[in-house]
């Protein structure tokens, strides 16, 4: 509970370190950073997506190393098994030849696992992600067991080279609280990167939180106040998303053929008060709400076939959505 508002602005001047730490070792970015940080204090999964290259596991292992937390990774391949992911029963030989059982983890069992990659999987083995990542705890050999505390899944994939991969389910996508895209750095950045990369001294990020602090964040998170009008600007956000809707934008109703579900309020409503928080407010407020829109809304709008065809973004119809929704305000 929050006892004073120092308490809080203890806790977001770290996060402000861990920004720093993360630009010693990453170039630009800064949206990138800026969404991941709000789905870990959200404590919600993310799906990154961008060109090879573009720094992705890199950024992920160095938010692990600011963070102190345990870091694996998981390289999705056509060949991977479930078990591979989550674990195996091991059968073990003791005296008098009496064998008996024992469950040996899986890399899902860290704190920070990023699933390289995760479209290259079958849908058999991408499934394996999804116990973890809705109830964070593992089922093998007629067992359950809890996958350790605080859980995140942050997942990549390549948007351009489509052959041989297997494009994730709505029902799997809508697990994950964000979709970031990772965009291509500038001529500056590239010099920079370049100057970083190919000199003798590599830059490193250094610890400056631990899984408490990140903890400690979310449970203030959950404490900041939302006005009755921010939470029905975000729900009307998610209702205009639907085809169905008299008041749903032009381009829902012609490209878009399934909304957002509960779940994309629910991303709302806690990115709106993990930003607030790390602007050091303690409600929410409407500009919250529309910073969070696009990557909450751009992997839970189901394109129809004309939507397919004419080759629309998600990300042009939920800034539609944003702007019908303003337009009201």
Wanted: aromatic share 6%; net charge negative.
């Amino acid at each position: 509970m929050i006892q004073s508002k120092t308490e809080v602005q203890a806790a977001v001047s770290r996060f402000d370190q861990i920004r720093q730490e993360i630009g010693k070792v990453i170039v630009g970015q800064q949206e990138t950073v800026e969404q991941l940080l709000w789905c870990l204090v959200a404590g919600g999964h993310a799906l990154l997506e961008g060109i090879p290259g573009l720094g992705k596991t890199m950024l992920i292992r160095t938010i692990a190393d600011t963070l102190d937390l345990q870091f694996s990774r998981i390289q999705f391949t056509p060949d991977l098994m479930p078990s591979d992911i989550t674990g195996t029963q091991l059968v073990e030989f003791g005296t008098e030849g009496r064998t008996s059982y024992r469950f040996q983890p899986g890399p899902i069992f860290g704190n920070l696992i990023l699933a390289d990659e995760i479209n290259r999987a079958t849908p058999k083995t991408q499934s394996a992600l999804l116990e973890a990542m809705q109830e964070k705890t593992v089922t093998a050999g007629g067992a359950t067991h809890s996958l350790p505390q605080p859980f995140f899944v942050l997942a990549t994939q390549n948007p351009v080279e489509q052959e041989g991969t297997y494009p994730l389910p709505e029902a799997q996508l809508d697990r994950f609280l964000l979709k970031i895209n990772v965009s291509y750095p500038s001529r500056e950045e590239l010099k920079e990167i370049v100057q970083r990369t190919t000199s003798a001294e590599q830059a490193a990020a250094s610890c400056v939180g631990d899984a408490e602090l990140l903890k400690t964040v979310q449970a203030y998170a959950k404490e900041v106040l939302l006005a009755e009008e921010v939470l029905e600007a975000a729900v009307q956000m998610i209702l205009l998303s639907h085809p169905h809707e008299a008041a749903a934008p032009d381009l829902v109703r012609q490209y878009v053929r399934y909304g957002s579900g509960p779940r994309g309020v629910q991303a709302l409503v806690a990115i709106g008060k993990v930003r607030a928080l790390l602007a050091g407010r303690l409600h929410v407020s409407r500009q919250d709400i529309r910073e969070a829109a696009v990557p909450v809304l751009r992997h839970r709008l189901v394109l129809g076939y004309e939507g397919l065809a004419s080759g629309i973004s998600q990300d042009e119809i939920a800034r539609q959505i944003i702007q019908t929704v303003e337009a009201g305000w």
